[in-house]
């Protein structure tokens, strides 16, 4: 008997132990055309992810993830979601460095270690890769997370605070990657983590200067990869964006202060964390959406104009009545 027959002759017995309406179920056309259509979509789904995840990953494997081996560089480890990552990572036992322009104002972990840094500023980089290299060694996985995100429309907001978003959320990944990128080269071990935004798909009023610096740290990323690959012979150089949507932090003060006018979810730096965390620890490259039932996000741009302009005028108009409701309130007072 070939394995065709005994699986169809398995598949039959089993249907007979059925309850009656499932087996006329089975029994009608269209049911099995959607059961097939359905098992068509799943085995489409699971072949995608395995293509998506060797591809990203150059069809390399790791090796064994090992604490002692590694050093954590964390830009704007001392807030918000750097905090976070930071205290994470150092309960795995792996030692990590965080580089800041403000001191913590917390008690530092035994395996952590701080360095006051302006990462806009080659020359403090400079300076502080030297002091890192001679402390601790080289750094195994950067993760650029520092950030700065400031309020107004482009008419409203002062040039030295746009420039200062570009620098910080952009630029500075150019000056941490030329840094410490080369050892990481050198050894084809590695890992850089870009911290970008759900902003990086959907450009908002009121904070253009942040969306174009995270759709730029996107296209940093996925730049880097090609390079890594295809000009610097590093497959096992690993490579991750993050974006989230709103996370409770410091730097959304302004919304997290007014929630009761602002109706959209914001996540925890929890959450967010144990994604960067995940990827760093697994060693595995890719692209993260969070929460990821927004996933959708990043097909934006593939849609019809108008479905476009209707997510982009969504996300602003929560922006803008929340906004509203702010000025109301003040003018009441
Ligand atoms: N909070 C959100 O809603 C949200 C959403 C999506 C993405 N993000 C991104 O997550 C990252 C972390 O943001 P957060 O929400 O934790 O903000 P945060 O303000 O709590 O922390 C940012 C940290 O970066 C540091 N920093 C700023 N400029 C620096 C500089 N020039 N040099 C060194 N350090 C500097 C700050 O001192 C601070 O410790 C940022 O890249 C941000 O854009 C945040």
Not at 138 to 144: A, D, G, H, K
Not at 211 to 235: D, I, M, T, V
């Amino acid at each position: 008997m070939s394995s065709l027959d005994l699986i169809q002759q398995y598949t039959q017995a089993a249907i007979a132990a059925l309850p009656e309406p499932a087996q006329n179920l089975l029994g009608n056309s269209v049911a099995q055309k959607a059961a097939a259509i359905i098992l068509a979509l799943g085995l489409t789904r699971s072949v995608n992810r395995f293509f998506s995840k060797w591809t990203l990953q150059n069809w390399t494997t790791n090796q064994k993830w090992e604490p002692s081996r590694e050093l954590i560089l964390l830009t704007g480890g001392c807030s918000g979601i750097g905090k976070q990552v930071m205290e994470d990572l150092s309960r795995t036992g792996v030692r990590v460095v965080i580089l800041d322009i403000n001191k913590p104002d917390f008690k530092l972990p035994a395996n952590v270690a701080f360095y006051q840094a302006n990462i806009t500023s080659s020359t403090d980089i400079a300076a502080v890769a030297a002091t890192i290299r001679k402390e601790h060694g080289e750094p195994t996985v950067l993760v650029n997370n520092a950030g700065v995100g400031h309020d107004g429309t482009i008419l409203e907001e002062p040039e030295s605070k746009i420039r200062q978003t570009f620098e910080v959320n952009t630029l500075s990944h150019f000056l941490m990657v030329k840094e410490f990128l080369p050892a990481m080269i050198k050894a084809n071990h590695g890992h850089v983590v870009t911290i970008a935004s759900m902003a990086s798909f959907v450009a908002l009023g009121e904070m253009v200067d942040y969306c174009c610096s995270k759709a730029s740290a996107l296209a940093f990323h996925e730049g880097l990869r090609q390079e890594l690959r295809y000009w610097y012979n590093a497959p096992n150089v690993r490579t991750s964006v993050i974006h989230p949507m709103w996370v409770r932090t410091p730097m959304i003060k302004v919304l997290t202060d007014n929630e009761r006018h602002f109706r959209q979810p914001i996540m925890t730096p929890q959450v967010v964390s144990a994604a960067i965390c995940g990827q760093i620890l697994n060693q595995r490259s890719g692209q993260v959406i969070l929460p990821s039932s927004q996933s959708a996000a990043s097909l934006v741009r593939a849609m019809p104009t108008w479905m476009q302009e209707g997510v982009r005028a969504f996300a602003s108009g929560a922006l803008k009545k929340m906004r509203l409701a702010q000025q109301a309130e003040q003018n009441a007072r």
